[in-house]
């Protein structure tokens, strides 16, 4: 380690007392600018990137929280010494907008857009995922940066078209207007998986109540308890459908299981599809998934026949 850091100072001293040089002669020469005022910044220009290719360099290797605070670290620095700038000069080239006012808005609002992304990771990294709504936050969180970035910008150009309105009040107004439709979108949906499956989830409960005397006294397989059932309708237009087979697990087991679920589809005794998942339940709590019907070969005139069935099989994380 300590010849590494030795090797990359000796480096950092080659750009410094040689390669900065060379350029600051020519754009000294070029700007008819003081030689020492222009190696200085080039040294700067230089030593940055370079600084944060190291830091990259010596990042831990592993998923843990120090190396996710080297990525996102990066990341910010990243961004605040090479995108910004970019988007401060087209501001100031397009919208007349002072360069340092394009930089630091541009800034808050990359960084912001940053941060939402980061929570949203965290949360599907930790035990708050097993939770069907923090997985719908999370969601939220995660939409939010595009809608800001990519969907509000032509909403607003075309309100700003037919209300005569400043671009900046229209923007402000389109992020709100479909931020606010995303999040009664989000609840919509949570609130109604939510209804769907706690039936199946107290089901399982009492399923599993009858059945703890006789099941393995340690983690089993047989403690991992799943309902399948099929869920939406065939559309009269074909291509359009939401029919799937919508499952429901939940780990009774006091570890958490990683493996894989084979949901098939049967028709008259025959398996005419079959899907894999991976799934992953931690200890004690419950998880949803579905598969299109599509998937398993199902169709509208066989959809009421169809009968579906599980095969499962893991391991437990100790």
């Known amino acids: 380690m300590i010849f590494e850091l030795v090797g990359l100072g000796i480096i950092a001293i080659i750009l410094v007392i040689i390669i900065a040089p060379i350029i600051a002669l020519f754009f000294s020469w070029i700007g008819k600018m003081p030689f020492k005022t222009v190696w200085k910044r080039t040294s700067i220009v230089l030593l940055i990137p370079y600084l944060l290719f190291i830091s990259l360099a010596l990042a831990p290797d592993d998923e843990g929280p120090l190396s996710t605070a080297f990525d996102i670290g990066f990341i910010t620095a990243f961004i605040i010494i090479f995108i910004t700038p970019i988007i401060a000069l087209f501001l100031k080239w397009i919208f007349k907008t002072p360069f340092k006012y394009g930089w630091i808005s541009s800034s808050v609002i990359l960084l912001g857009a940053l941060t939402l992304l980061s929570i949203s990771f965290a949360i599907d990294a930790s035990d708050l995922s097993s939770s ?44 709100i207007f479909l931020i606010g439709a995303s999040i009664i979108l989000f609840l919509t949906v949570t609130i109604g998986l939510y209804f769907d499956e706690q039936p199946l989830v107290e089901e399982m409960d009492e399923k599993f109540e009858q059945r703890k005397d006789e099941l393995p006294k340690g983690n089993s397989i047989d ?96």
């Open 223 to 318: 403690k991992i308890f799943i309902e399948v059932e099929k869920s939406g309708q065939f559309n009269w237009r074909r291509r359009r459908t939401n029919a799937s087979a919508s499952m429901v697990f939940k780990n009774y087991n006091n570890a958490d299981f990683k493996g894989t679920v084979i949901i098939y589809a049967i028709l008259n005794k025959e398996i005419i599809g079959a899907k894999e998942l991976n799934i992953e339940i931690d200890s004690q709590s419950e998880e949803s998934d579905y598969v299109p019907a599509k998937r398993l070969n199902i169709n509208k005139k066989i959809w009421d026949d169809v009968e579906l069935d599980y095969s499962i099989e893991g391991e437990f994380k100790s």
């Open 132 to 175: 069907l709504a923090w997985q719908n936050i999370a969601g939220v969180l995660s939409i939010i940066p595009f809608i800001i970035l990519l969907g509000a910008p032509p909403l607003a150009l075309l309100l700003k078209l037919t209300k005569n309105e400043s671009y900046k009040k229209m923007w402000k107004f389109s992020s």
